[in-house]
Nanobody, 122 residues
Framework: QVHLVESGGGLVQAGGSLRLSCAAS????????MGWYRQAPGKQRELVAL???????NYADSVKGRFTIPRDNAKNTVDLQMSSLKPEDTAVYYC????????????????WGQGTQVTVSS
């Protein structure tokens, strides 16, 4: 599995911006998707943004136009740039990666970070 370390969480006012970062290490070969999920109190974990090795992105409707997901394949990092933050963005944000067999695209495994708290005040 891949070891993931998240950073950048904190408290921000509504309308502000915050940038999360995730660094991958360990068994980093064949990483395909990198991205972020989040879980708010009392709610299910949900996809925020994901980008695969071919730079195809997938964003939750609630964050489209406000969040971007820069990825640096050479450094094995993925960020989440969050702008125009809303109180409903408050959640624990989890970094995610999966790995595949490159010739067949068969999934090898998934890895999760420990999570970082983002709190947006009104």
């Amino acid at each position: 599995q891949v070891h993931l370390v998240e950073s950048g969480g904190g408290l921000v006012q509504a309308g502000g911006s915050l940038r999360l970062s995730c660094a991958a290490s360990g068994s980093i070969f064949s990483i395909n998707a990198m991205g972020w999920y989040r879980q708010a109190p009392g709610k299910q974990r949900e996809l925020v943004a994901l980008v695969n090795s071919r730079a195809v992105t997938n964003y939750a409707d609630s964050v489209k136009g406000r969040f971007t997901i820069p990825r640096d394949n050479a450094k094995n990092t993925v960020d989440l740039q969050m702008s125009s933050l809303k109180p409903e963005d408050t959640a624990v944000y989890y970094c995610y990666v999966d790995r595949v067999i490159l010739t067949t695209r068969t999934r090898v495994d998934d890895s999760w970070g420990q999570g970082t708290q983002v709190t947006v005040s009104s």
